[in-house]
């Protein structure tokens, strides 16, 4: 692998772990072993790897919130995206649970997620506008906008209501929960068979403890 | 007004102004023009000065998430209870934008989090039993359980989302729409006529550009 790229991969693991806020260029380039000096030619500094890795979150959510066709989409298609974005916000956790630091400090980093947010609430919409048009689904246009902003609220702050709630004690589970109740939050707007069918395949994720 | 109270007060505004991360005891000596001894006669630290203004938000919140008794009540009442949480919410709002930094840095604050939000979605399934008993909510266990962690997730990363997203722009509008957009997660499990009323009281809070 080319020094570049270890670089990048020891910072999002540090990140990760302890908090960017807590990790110095000096600690990565500790990490896998080179010289400061090493690093510093790579990169000019700290600002420099978030920024590239905040890149590659910001393409991969791009990528997957790209906007869907005008058919109705199967619930398991449906379910597969939500566990991309959750793995995604998984993978690149140190984002979420920095935000609001990251947001004020980096300004290219608040105009990106300010279109994440806005391309995730507009997936929603578009992904639910035909189920309404086929009957699956009751809800008028207010109520699929409040579903949007309430499942793209739900996605970007999980992790950290996880660290300050109860959840926080499902480990492992936490992030398969999570998408869990995202995807609740259209339930009861769907009508029978397709809330039954719905919850069933949610259920499955459920934690239980 | 006692120096200890002024103290109190300014130190509460600037935090809420600028963040508590970039606010120093020096900062609000000044603000209240009293010398940084002084200050400190009252104050061993800065960590002293949030720990008190944490305690009465914690106190506050304590105060509004009591168990409600096994009744249906008013809309109008869950409501009023609803704008206090979020009236709460915007006069301690340090406290939600900075609530990663301020729940690791210090231990007692994190607790104490953990009990708001675990009171915060006992409350609503309390409030929520009565209505399925009586036939006005249709809603499973499991959905109630659901119910109450989204509202309870959405209330406290309120103004955190409306940083990040294009609800920023509503400007003073955002708490009000806030409270919209969290009552309004009841709606769909409610039957008629009352899901159309709730509507209806919601639909004056929603911000309308």
Known sequence: MKTRDRILNAALDLFNQSGEQHVTTNHIADEI???????????RNKE???GELFDAYSDRMHDLLTAPDDRV???????????????????????????????QRIRKI???MSHITSELEQMV?????????EGIMNASADELQRVAT???LM???WLNYGSISELGKMNEGLMAHGAYQVISTVSPYLNEPWR???NHLAESYRFKP
Chains 1, 2 share one sequence.
Do not use: A
Not at 33 to 43: A, M, Q, W
Not at 125 to 133: E, G, N, S, T, Y
């Open 33 to 43: 072993d080179i010289s400061p000096g090493n690093l510093y030619y790579h990169f």
């Open 150 to 152: 309430t499942m793209s």
């Open 48 to 50: 420099d790897i978030i």
């Open 155 to 157: 996605s970007m702050y």
């Open 125 to 133: 919409v578009q992904l639910c506008k035909p189920m309404v048009r």
């Open 196 to 198: 039954s069918h719905l």
């Open 110 to 112: 608040h105009i990106q």
């Open 73 to 103: 989409h199967d619930p398991e298609e449906v379910w597969l995206l939500l566990h991309l974005i959750f793995e995604t916000i998984w993978q690149y956790r140190f984002v979420h649970t920095n935000l609001v630091d990251l947001t």
